[in-house]
């Protein structure tokens, strides 16, 4: 993820040049002071955990919209939360340049209504290293490693149960912003301030490939379910389809702003794409043309997707809404 702060909204928020179906949310999800910079399902799709300037991680109940638990203890803005495969734990990270670890509580009321508020949760562990403020934090497909990165330019593996440094990666030469591992694990694809989306080994952190294409910063990615199939998506108002193996660009999808939500569906042949201005775009990914155009709140910093694909979730400011995937 990344920390942004805009100068120019209208420049973010163009239209395109078919007229948008305006969505309003099935469900918002009110609590954090602040904007709401990301958002994920948990992996059963009962849960959705929240990243906040707010300094807070909180998890909520997806059926009923509420509230289930506050995680405290960042100093600073946080800017990404991820939650392991089994769903039993919640990695975090942020402006403090500090990766914490959360075990999700088995069973979460909700918040009481009166004055008495539960307490936040502590973190597990706290993980430090990083010299600069961190954009990401992910959770190895097995579990056993947690990948980090951020404005220190590096990318680094950790041992989640004893917080010990694996691996630094002198990544990029900006600014990392986004991380994600390739379905079967072996790779691990970063993405930058500098234009790069850069190839790993998932093992060993060594360089694999370099795809060169866009022309502003790379702000999140998805795999493709071959794992050789890569989507990525940038400030330069673009989304692009990358061959892993070879490097080349298969495909560029053009969109109104910047672009910081990404979603899959490949049975469906669909790509779902959220931009910064609230244009929410589902693409045909045969053809690449735009089936849907949607638009949802301005200030839009993530999207999401429940695992059984009925709902996307979005991350705006001080809110999160829950909208139908299908239009």
Known sequence: MRLLVPLVVAMLSQEGSSKPQVVEPEKTFRGHEGDVHDVTFSPRGDV??????????????????????????????????AFSQDGTRLVSCGADKTVKLWKVPAASP???????ERKPIEAERT????TELVHAAIFSNDGKVVA?????????????????QILSIAAHASSVYSLV?????????????DTQVKVWEGATGKAV??????????????????????????????????????????????????????VLNPSDKELISLDYGGNLLHWSLDGGEIIHHRKIASISYELAQSPDKRWLASAHQGDVFLIERAP
């Open 48 to 81: 959705l955990a929240t990243a906040g300037f707010d300094k807070t991680v909180r998890i909520w109940s997806v059926e009923k919209g509420t509230e289930l638990a506050t995680f405290g203890g960042h100093t600073g803005k946080v800017l990404s939360v």
């Open 110 to 116: 909700e918040t009481p209504s009166g004055a008495e």
């Open 127 to 130: 993980i430090t290293g990083h």
């Open 148 to 164: 980090s990165a951020g404005t220190d330019k590096t990318i680094r593996i950790w041992n989640p149960d004893d917080g010990t």
């Open 181 to 193: 591992y390739s379905p079967d694990g072996s790779l691990l694809v970063s993405g930058g301030l």
């Open 209 to 262: 490939k370099t795809l060169e294409g866009h022309t502003e910063g790379v702000n999140n990615l998805a795999f493709e379910a071959d794992g050789q199939t890569l989507f990525s998506c940038s400030f330069d108002r673009t989304v692009r389809k990358w061959n892993v193996a070879d490097g080349t660009q298969i495909a560029s999808y053009d969109h109104p702003g910047w672009v910081f939500g990404l």
